[in-house]
Nanobody
C-alpha cells in the first residue's frame, strides 16, 4: 500500500495549510490513519491520528489548532492546520495500517511533505 501526501509548503505565522494523504492499493481495511512530523535534529512525533470510526487523538502542541479527518470511501486522510507557528515547521509524514488483499496486514509511511512556517 502506498501513501501519497500533498499540500505542504511555505506559510506565514498565523496562516493555514491543509495536508492530504491518499492510500492506494487493493485495501480490504484501513485502520488508524495519522500524521507525524519530524523537525531537523528531533524525533518523529505524533501530530494526530484517527480511527476508521472517526475517533481522533492529537498531540498536545496542536490541540485546538489542527483538525484531522478522513474520507473512508477515498482512503484519504486530511490534516487542516490553522494558526500555524514557526515551531510547526517540519516534514510531515502520513501513516496508515490495515489489511491488504493477498498480502495481509500492512503498515505504511508516506514520503513526507515539508511544511515551513516563516515570515
Amino acid at each position: 500500500v502506498q501513501l501519497v501526501e500533498s499540500g505542504g509548503g511555505l506559510v506565514q505565522p498565523g496562516g493555514s495549510l491543509r495536508l492530504s494523504c491518499a492510500a492506494s492499493g487493493v485495501i480490504l481495511r484501513l485502520n488508524v490513519m495519522g500524521w507525524y512530523r519530524q523537525a531537523p535534529g528531533k524525533q518523529r512525533d505524533l501530530v494526530a491520528k484517527i480511527t476508521s470510526a472517526g475517533t481522533a487523538t492529537y498531540g498536545e502542541s496542536v490541540k485546538g489548532r489542527f483538525t484531522i479527518s478522513r474520507d473512508n470511501a477515498k482512503n484519504t486522510v486530511y490534516l487542516q492546520m490553522n494558526s500555524l507557528k514557526p515551531d510547526d515547521t517540519a516534514v510531515y509524514y502520513c501513516n496508515a495500517g490495515g489489511l491488504e488483499y493477498q498480502r495481509g496486514p500492512f503498515g505504511s509511511w508516506g514520503q513526507g511533505t515539508q511544511v515551513t512556517v516563516s515570515s
